[in-house]
C-alpha cells in the first residue's frame, strides 16, 4: 500500500531564510483570510441580540450565549412538517446514497482496474471526459429523464444519481491501480475464488482510504444538498432546505441563522478531521495522464 | 505464467480467429467483469450520458414538456445568440467569472499547498484542515452577507463608519460595481476544494532521493527545486487539479444567488448557469433551455481542453 512519506526537516539544504519568512508571511495572512470568516460564523452564533445588532460591530463575543440555538429549536418545533422528517430525510438519503455509490463505484473500479476485456479503456475514459462538465449541464434535462421514469418527487430522484458518480468511479480506479497488486489476486483466482469473491473479500479490504474518501465526498455532498428542483412535496425535502426556509424568515433570525449554518457545518467538518490522513493517501493517487 | 494459463485455457490461438470472433470470445470470458460494471454504468449512462445526447437533440426542437416537440432547428441557436440580449450578458459574466476563479482557484490551491508542504506535519493537518473548511461546509459562504451587509450593522461598513473613513454605508451586494469582486472574491474563498487536496497529496509523494539529487546538480533554491522537480513529478495530480478547478469554477451559480439573490440588481452577476436555471428549472422552455446547456457543456470541455494543452508545456 502507498505509505506516505513524512518529511521530517523543513530544514533542507537549498531553504533560504528570507524564502522561509515570506512563505510564513503569505501563509498567515491567507490562512487569516480563510479563517476568520468561519470563527466570525461561529462567534455570531453566541452572540446575544443586542451584540448582534450593536454598533460599532465587533468582531468578538462578549457574553456568549446558547440562546440563538434555543430560537432556532424553538423554531423548528413550529414547523408544519415535524423537522424529524427532515432529519430523516438527509440522513436516508445521504446513507443509501454514498452506501450505493461505494459499492457500484468500487464493483466497476475493479473491473476496470483488475480485468481484462474489450471496452474497458473506452468505458473509463467516458468517465475521464465526464469529469469535465459540471452537473449544473444535466440537471434540466434529467428532470425530463425522471419524469418518464416517475422518479420526480420521490426519494429516489436523489439517491439514484447519488449511486454512481464519474468522481466515484475515478478515484476508486486510481486507487486500485497502484496499491492493489494483481498477483494476490492472481492466486485469488487460481485457487479458485469467483471474480466478485476477489473483489469483495480481497480488494475491498485494500483500498479501504479510497471508499473512506468516496464515503466523505459523496456525504458531503448529499449532507449539503438543499432545495432540488425534482422535489416539491415538504416531506421529502432536506433538512438543509428546511433551515433555510427557517431562517430566511425575517432580519431578526440573524442568530439563529448563524447558529444553523453552525450545526450544518459541523458535521462534514468532524467527518474530514477523522479521514483526513485517508482522503490524502487516496489522492495521492488521483492523478491523470497527459 | 499468464502466457502459459493462457494458452491452456485457449484451443484455438489469436491468429485462427477474426478481429470480432476474438472479441466476441474475450467478452464471453469476461462475462463477470461486465456484470460488476453494469449496474453502475446504467445509472452513469442514464443520468450522465444521456442527459448530453438529449440536450443536443432537444435544442434543435421546440420541446415544452407539455406538448408534442416540433424540429426547429436552429431558431433556437438564433434567438439565443441573435436576440437574448441577457445572454449575452451572461455570456460575458461567465467568462469573466470563470476566467478569473478557475486559474485563480487553480493557482491558490497550487501555491497555498506548496507552502503547506514545508510545514512541520501537525501544522501541516491542521492548516490543511483551515483552507479546506470553507468548500465543505455547506453555505457558511452567507456570513460573507452578514461581513457585507448594506447597513451600520454590517461588519465592514459599520468598521469603516466607526473608524470615520465612511459617512453613509455602501450597498455592497446591491451595487453592480461592488458585486463582481466580491461574489469572485467569496468563490474564491470557497474554492479550494478538490484541486487543493489533490496538490496537498501530490507534494507529499515527490520522491525525496530527487532533491538531494537535484542539488548535486545545481538546483540553487525552492523555485528552481518546485519548477525543474516537484511540478514535472506531480504532473498528472496538476492535470486532475486542473479538471476539477475548472469544472468548479462553472458550478458557482448557488453561491452568486445566496449573495445577492436572483435575479442580481441590473444581471450584473446573471450567469449562463442562472439562465439556464431560469429557462428550464422556472419556465420549462425545454428546447431553448437545452440549447443554453449545449453551450455551456462546450464552453467547459473547450476550456478543458485549452488548459491541458497549456498544462504541457510545465517544466519543460
Known amino acids: ?290 | 505464467m499468464s502466457q502459459k494459463t493462457e494458452t491452456a485455457n485457449r484451443p484455438v490461438s489469436r491468429k485462427d480467429m477474426t478481429k470480432w470472433q476474438w472479441t466476441l470470445k474475450e467478452m464471453k470470458n469476461n462475462k463477470a467483469g461486465y456484470f460488476m460494471l453494469a449496474p453502475f454504468y446504467i445509472i452513469f449512462f442514464v443520468f450522465t450520458i444521456l442527459p448530453v445526447i438529449l440536450s443536443i437533440f432537444f435544442s434543435i426542437t421546440d420541446f415544452n414538456m407539455l406538448e408534442t416537440p416540433n424540429i426547429v432547428w436552429f431558431d433556437n441557436y438564433i434567438r439565443l445568440f441573435l436576440d437574448d440580449d441577457i445572454f449575452m450578458l451572461a455570456i460575458k459574466n461567465t467568462l469573466v467569472f470563470a476566467t478569473i476563479t478557475g486559474p485563480g482557484s487553480y493557482l491558490l490551491s497550487l501555491i497555498m499547498a506548496w507552502f503547506i508542504n514545508e510545514l512541520p506535519p501537525k501544522i501541516r493537518a491542521l492548516m490543511t484542515l483551515i483552507f479546506y473548511a470553507p468548500s465543505i461546509s455547506g453555505n457558511v459562504y452567507l456570513v460573507w452577507t452578514y461581513i457585507f451587509s448594506a447597513d451600520a450593522h454590517g461588519f465592514i461598513n459599520g468598521t469603516l463608519m466607526d473608524l470615520g473613513l465612511l459617512t453613509t454605508p455602501i450597498a455592497f451586494l446591491k451595487d453592480p460595481d461592488y458585486i463582481m469582486p466580491i461574489v469572485i472574491i467569496v468563490a474564491l474563498w470557497t474554492s479550494l476544494g478538490t484541486s487543493f487536496l489533490t496538490f496537498i497529496a501530490g507534494f507529499q509523494v515527490v520522491d525525496r532521493s530527487l532533491y538531494e539529487a537535484a542539488a548535486v546538480d545545481g538546483v540553487k533554491n525552492r523555485w528552481q527545486e518546485l519548477w525543474y522537480i516537484t511540478l514535472p513529478y506531480m504532473r498528472p495530480q496538476m492535470l486532475f487539479g486542473a479538471v476539477m478547478a475548472i469544472t468548479q469554477s462553472f458550478g458557482f451559480g448557488a453561491v452568486i444567488t445566496g449573495l445577492v439573490g436572483y435575479p442580481s440588481p441590473d444581471y450584473c452577476a446573471h450567469t449562463i448557469m442562472h439562465h439556464l436555471d431560469d429557462y428550464g428549472g422556472s419556465r420549462f422552455e425545454m428546447g431553448y433551455a437545452s440549447t443554453i446547456a449545449v453551450v455551456l457543456f462546450f464552453m467547459m470541455i473547450g476550456s478543458n481542453m485549452l488548459v491541458r494543452k497549456i498544462l504541457g508545456k510545465v517544466g519543460k
Open chain 1, 1 to 290: 500500500m502507498a505509505k506516505l512519506r513524512i518529511r521530517k526537516s523543513n530544514h533542507a539544504m537549498n531553504r533560504s531564510l528570507g524564502g522561509d519568512i515570506g512563505i510564513n508571511a503569505v501563509l498567515l495572512i491567507m490562512g487569516a483570510f480563510m479563517f476568520l470568516p468561519m470563527l466570525y460564523t461561529i462567534l455570531q452564533s453566541l452572540k446575544p441580540l443586542d451584540e448582534l445588532w450593536m454598533y460599532p460591530p465587533r468582531f468578538f463575543v462578549r457574553n456568549p450565549t446558547l440562546g440563538n440555538f434555543k430560537t432556532l429549536f424553538n423554531l423548528m418545533s413550529t414547523s408544519w412538517v415535524p423537522f424529524s422528517r427532515y432529519i430523516f430525510n438527509t440522513a436516508f438519503v445521504s446513507v443509501l446514497g454514498t452506501f450505493g455509490n461505494v459499492m457500484l463505484s468500487s464493483m466497476a473500479a475493479y473491473s476496470i482496474a483488475k480485468m481484462k476485456f474489450p471496452g474497458k479503456n473506452f468505458l473509463f475514459q467516458v468517465v475521464v471526459y465526464s469529469l469535465m462538465f459540471h452537473s449544473t449541464v444535466t440537471a434540466i434535462t434529467n428532470f425530463y429523464t425522471m419524469s418518464m421514469l416517475r422518479l420526480v418527487d420521490t426519494y429516489w430522484a436523489r439517491i439514484i444519481p447519488a449511486c454512481a458518480t464519474s468522481m466515484g468511479l475515478y478515484l476508486m480506479k486510481q486507487f486500485m491501480d497502484t496499491s492493489v497488486p494483481t498477483t494476490v489476486l492472481e492466486s485469488a483466482r487460481l485457487d479458485g475464488a469467483s471474480e466478485i469473491r476477489v473483489f469483495w473479500q480481497i480488494a475491498m479490504p485494500m483500498v479501504k482510504p479510497a471508499w473512506l474518501t468516496l464515503i466523505v465526498f459523496c456525504f458531503k455532498d448529499l449532507w449539503n444538498a438543499g432545495s432540488s428542483i425534482y422535489i416539491y412535496s415538504e416531506q421529502f425535502k432536506s433538512f438543509n432546505y428546511a433551515i433555510q426556509q427557517i431562517v430566511t424568515g425575517g432580519i431578526s433570525r440573524q442568530g439563529a441563522g448563524a447558529a444553523s449554518t453552525v450545526i450544518m457545518m459541523m458535521v462534514p467538518i468532524l467527518v474530514f478531521v477523522f479521514t483526513q490522513s485517508n482522503i490524502i493517501e487516496t489522492m495521492s493517487t488521483s492523478g491523470m495522464k497527459d
